[in-house]
């Protein structure tokens, strides 16, 4: 299933094999896997060395305590980071650079919740115990530090929302501005 998702998500991908053999955060995310079990059975160091040495291979880094969903995809892994008290749900898109950072050196849940359907791009950071809410969408380069609603779109720094409603309401306005200049 992940494979498909991959090949589904990234028109350049020519074949499932070119996916499985050709794309580092399919490797990471499968990689995960194994570090978490490695993790949960009781043996954090070993755990940890093996997602330095994923970390290496594919430039993607995923703490092995951190919760991966099912056909999570990372497009062009390269930069993104997972912290280890970050849970990602199933069928989330993250492009390269994005962190999933905490803001807090206290041993809580200091890493973003990102639900199912979630879209995050390139070079976004969600920083601290935020909730990217189902099906939401984070623009590259935004800086999340709120929580996201379900279905919100957010961009920038600091991350603002922005829907098919506000942009009807700037357009109205800006339509309003330019009669009036015409009267």
């Given at each position: 299933?992940?494979?498909?998702?991959?090949h589904?998500?990234?028109?350049?991908a020519?074949?499932?094999?070119?996916?499985?053999?050709?794309?580092?955060?399919?490797?990471?995310?499968?990689?995960?896997?194994?570090?978490?079990?490695?993790?949960?059975?009781?043996?954090?160091?070993?755990?940890?060395?093996?997602?330095?040495?994923?970390?290496f291979?594919?430039?993607?880094?995923?703490?092995?305590?951190?919760?991966?969903?099912?056909?999570v995809?990372?497009?062009?892994?390269?930069?993104?980071?997972?912290g280890?008290?970050?849970?990602?749900?199933?069928?989330?898109?993250?492009?390269?650079?994005?962190?999933?950072?905490?803001?807090?050196?206290?041993?809580?849940?200091?890493?973003?919740?990102?639900?199912d359907?979630?879209?995050?791009?390139?070079?976004?950071?969600?920083?601290?115990?935020?909730?990217?809410?189902?099906?939401?969408?984070?623009?590259?380069?935004?800086?999340?530090?709120?929580?996201?609603?379900?279905?919100?779109?957010v961009?920038?720094?600091p991350?603002?929302?922005?829907?098919?409603?506000?942009?009807?309401?700037?357009?109205?306005?800006?339509?309003?501005?330019?009669?009036?200049?015409?009267?």
């Amino acid at each position: 299933m992940d494979v498909t998702a991959v090949h589904d998500a990234d028109p350049a991908a020519k074949s499932r094999l070119e996916v499985v053999l050709c794309y580092p955060g399919l490797h990471a995310v499968w990689a995960h896997a194994v570090t978490n079990a490695v993790w949960r059975a009781g043996f954090p160091l070993s755990a940890r060395l093996l997602s330095q040495l994923v970390r290496f291979l594919t430039g993607v880094e995923i703490h092995p305590a951190a919760t991966v969903g099912r056909q999570v995809v990372v497009d062009h892994g390269m930069g993104v980071v997972v912290g280890e008290t970050a849970e990602v749900g199933d069928r989330v898109h993250m492009y390269h650079g994005v962190t999933l950072g905490g803001n807090s050196p206290d041993p809580v849940k200091r890493h973003p919740t990102v639900e199912d359907d979630v879209t995050i791009g390139t070079n976004a950071t969600v920083l601290g115990d935020v909730t990217i809410g189902h099906g939401a969408r984070v623009g590259a380069g935004a800086v999340v530090t709120d929580d996201v609603p379900p279905g919100a779109t957010v961009v920038g720094v600091p991350a603002k929302r922005v829907d098919a409603a506000d942009t009807n309401d700037e357009e109205r306005a800006d339509s309003d501005r330019t009669s009036a200049a015409d009267d």
